[in-house]
């Protein structure tokens, strides 16, 4: 698929509604209350009752159009219930699923408006030069000619051995295409440029063909999409079994819609002998998919114990869109079940494009992002670090981290994972820029003792103990009057000689309590008591300077929830609001969340991120399978 963090749940099959193919999206803005407008091209009227949308996230949403069924040759427009902005995409779907149509494009490209140009429903796609045309022809608001690029379509595809793509331009001048890429849909698959492609293609002549050999591979039920230098969709097609064989190819050529050959003409025009549809119309792709492919050892593991959320939880407050931010099986390593074990992550205050993230089986990952993906930043480990206990033995089950005021890593861990049945609740210190391809903690400090009901033999018990961390600058807890459980008065930092600038809030999925600790440079550590969140568990704890929050944040055990803590009026460390994720997320063991510091806002938002610890997403079939990453936005 073309963005590969695109996902979506597999919705119930239902019958497509006759005439669907003839429906394709005719205008849309990112700047007039998100409209999208439909055209029918066909000679019957199409009932869309049930249909939706989506964009660049995951579950496709209903809609509610201007009316239920769209006339032969009219329109009907909706606002899109899930926000549409720069960088954005458009997918339709039947409400049986089936891929209708879409369309993608790049910042400002829909403002005022991208619209079809050159008819209805079938032209190019282009930005409009005037106000929006909803309910009324493109014409008026296209202008006065087509830019050559749009001119190109794709216009034969065969996965016959091959796999082969014919490109056709139909306009007056050569167009280049040496920077342009295309991709099919298997989301584990990164975009692959034309130039590179075999044989090489830089330019399509006027009039002219030029063909390339997939270097991806094609297949039944798949797709080739086809993008611009910037991003913009230029065409797409996708086919059913057997339907790019020998080929599909359009009729009339460079026109008309998709079906199957009996003879492939590629460098030349179709034959159109063939009968009958091979595949979606212009536009078009589904980008349901799969997973992509899982490697040897990434084993994706269904959530279990799902429980409710607090009660008076609200809904997530920034926007509606969550994409895959993570190449599948990403995180396989040496040591463990792999691929499934991302838990804790945590920005870098003094860093905002690093995300730190850690997984169970002792590995410590610093993450860039590139192409909208958090990938491990090569110049620090291509491949994580592994993370050992103090004098570099044992393999710590390691499920939270967060940054302190020095730049160093702090890393809880709940057991040993060389001897699993026994606790060992344990906050280590890591030097990031210490060398090599192991890492041993600077400090190491364990709480074991405090927590003797985790240790019953059993290694589930063993499993329940610190599974987040997350660190609060003592300037914090003094300016809002944090009162000192050991002293009954207002916190003071000076008491605490040793502890450096912050203290230290470790949360225990046992009962979902916070405890909190000033970690002394001598390797002593002094315990400030014992903080309840209202939730059952606690998987991740966050300080977010933006919010001036705490945050508590639980899996599917606690409805995937977030808890904002604050100091009340009589210095107490209390919630004060819960979350749950954005509706479109799946439900699962979704164990880390951070959000990005308010230094990086955008129009009024910052990236959210999360990790799934089980990497099941919607399941298999989905793309969400086999994927540990999440992104979001969360309000500045």
């Known amino acids: 698929?073309?963005?590969?963090?695109?996902?979506?749940?597999?919705?119930?099959?239902?019958?497509?509604?006759?005439?669907?193919?003839?429906?394709?999206?005719?205008?849309?803005?990112?700047?007039?209350?998100?409209?999208?407008?439909?055209?029918?091209?066909?000679?019957?009227?199409?009932?869309?009752?049930?249909?939706?949308?989506?964009?660049?996230?995951?579950?496709?949403?209903?809609?509610?159009?201007?009316?239920?069924?769209?006339?032969?040759?009219?329109?009907?427009?909706?606002?899109?219930?899930?926000?549409?902005?720069?960088?954005?995409?458009?997918?339709?779907?039947?409400?049986?699923?089936?891929?209708?149509?879409?369309?993608?494009?790049?910042?400002?490209?829909?403002?005022?408006?991208?619209?079809?140009?050159?008819?209805?429903?079938?032209?190019?796609?282009?930005?409009?030069?005037?106000?929006?045309?909803?309910?009324?022809?493109?014409?008026?608001?296209?202008?006065?000619?087509?830019?050559?690029?749009?001119?190109?379509?794709?216009?034969?595809?065969?996965?016959?051995g091959s796999d082969t793509v014919e490109l056709y331009n139909s306009g007056t001048s050569a167009v280049s295409i040496g920077a342009w890429?295309?991709?099919?849909?298997?989301?584990?698959?990164?975009?692959?440029?034309?130039?590179?492609?075999?044989?090489?293609?830089?330019?399509?002549?006027?009039?002219?063909?030029?063909?390339?050999?997939?270097?991806?591979?094609?297949?039944?039920?798949?797709?080739?999409?086809?993008?611009?230098?910037?991003?913009?969709?230029?065409?797409?097609?996708?086919?059913?079994?057997?339907?790019?064989?020998?080929?599909?190819?359009?009729?009339?050529?460079?026109?008309?819609?998709?079906?199957?050959?009996?003879?492939?003409?590629?460098?030349s025009a179709n034959s159109c002998s063939g009968s009958g549809d091979g595949g979606g119309g212009d536009e078009t792709g589904d980008l349901l998919g799969g997973g992509g492919s899982l490697t040897s050892g990434c084993t994706p593991e269904a959530a279990s114990g799902t429980g409710s959320a607090p009660t008076g939880t609200l809904a997530w407050p920034g926007g509606l869109d969550v994409t895959i931010a993570d190449n599948v099986c990403a995180f396989t390593t040496s040591t463990g079940p792999e691929g499934r074990d991302v838990s804790g992550l945590a920005f870098d205050p003094a860093h905002p494009s690093v995300l730190w993230a850690v997984k169970n089986k002792n590995w410590l990952y610093k993450l860039a992002k590139s192409n909208d993906k958090w990938i491990p930043d090569s110049s620090w480990s291509a491949t994580g670090k592994q993370i050992r206990f103090a004098g570099g033995s044992g393999e710590p089950d390691s499920e939270?981290?967060?940054?302190?005021?020095?730049?160093?890593?702090?890393?809880?861990?709940?057991?040993?994972?060389?001897?699993?049945?026994?606790?060992?609740?344990?906050?280590?210190?890591?030097?990031?820029?210490?060398?090599?391809?192991?890492?041993?903690?600077?400090h190491q400090w364990d709480m074991t003792s405090q927590f003797p009901q985790l240790n019953t033999g059993d290694?589930?018990?063993?499993?329940?103990?610190?599974?987040?961390?997350?660190?609060?600058?003592?300037?914090?807890?003094?300016?809002?009057?944090?009162?000192?459980?050991?002293?009954?008065?207002?916190?003071?930092?000076?008491?605490?000689?040793?502890?450096?600038?912050?203290?230290?809030?470790?949360?225990?999925?046992?009962d979902g309590t916070l405890h909190v600790y000033g970690l002394n440079s001598d390797g002593t550590f002094t315990t400030f008591g014992t903080i309840a969140t209202g939730k059952a568990s606690v998987m991740d704890v966050t300080f977010d300077a933006g919010t001036q929050r705490l945050i508590a944040t639980c899996d599917n055990t606690c409805g995937e929830t977030h808890t904002f803590m604050k100091v009340n009026a009589s210095g107490a460390l209390v919630p004060d609001v819960t979350y749950k994720n954005p509706a479109v997320m799946p439900t699962g063991n979704l164990e880390g969340f951070a959000i990005a510091p308010t230094s990086t806002c955008v129009s009024g938002f910052r990236e959210a991120v999360w990790s799934d610890d089980g990497i099941y997403g919607f399941g298999s079939g989905s793309s969400s399978y086999g994927h540990a990453l999440y992104s979001g936005t969360f309000p500045c």
């Open 459 to 510: 290694k589930d018990d063993a499993n329940l103990g610190f599974e987040g961390v997350g660190y609060v600058p003592d300037s914090w807890l003094t300016t809002n009057g944090w009162v000192d459980p050991l002293t009954g008065a207002a916190y003071n930092p000076a008491n605490y000689p040793l502890h450096g600038s912050g203290l230290f809030f470790a949360g225990l999925e046992y």
């Open 400 to 442: 939270g981290l967060t940054v302190g005021s020095n730049g160093h890593i702090y890393v809880t861990s709940e057991r040993d994972n060389t001897k699993n049945t026994a606790p060992k609740d344990t906050i280590m210190e890591f030097d990031p820029a210490a060398t090599g391809s192991t890492l041993t903690p600077l």
């Open 181 to 267: 890429k295309y991709v099919d849909n298997d989301d584990s698959h990164s975009t692959a440029s034309i130039s590179s492609s075999s044989p090489s293609a830089t330019s399509i002549p006027a009039g002219g063909y030029v063909t390339f050999n997939s270097t991806l591979g094609l297949g039944d039920n798949d797709s080739a999409f086809l993008v611009d230098n910037n991003g913009n969709t230029i065409d797409s097609v996708t086919w059913a079994t057997d339907g790019a064989k020998p080929s599909d190819e359009r009729c009339a050529n460079g026109t008309g819609r998709f079906r199957t050959a009996t003879t492939a003409t590629l460098g």
């Open 1 to 160: 698929m073309l963005v590969t963090g695109m996902l979506a749940a597999q919705p119930a099959a239902a019958a497509d509604p006759a005439g669907y193919q003839d429906v394709r999206i005719n205008e849309v803005t990112s700047s007039n209350n998100d409209t999208v407008e439909l055209y029918n091209t066909g000679s019957t009227a199409v009932s869309i009752s049930g249909w939706k949308m989506s964009d660049d996230s995951f579950s496709p949403q209903t809609f509610s159009a201007s009316s239920s069924t769209i006339p032969a040759g009219g329109s009907v427009t909706f606002n899109s219930p899930k926000g549409l902005g720069d960088s954005d995409k458009l997918v339709i779907y039947t409400s049986g699923g089936t891929v209708v149509d879409r369309v993608e494009w790049a910042t400002d490209k829909a403002k005022p408006a991208m619209a079809r140009c050159g008819g209805d429903g079938t032209g190019a796609w282009v930005t409009t030069t005037s106000a929006t045309t909803f309910g009324a022809a493109n014409a008026s608001g296209c202008p006065s000619s087509i830019p050559a690029a749009s001119r190109v379509r794709i216009n034969e595809v065969t996965s016959n």
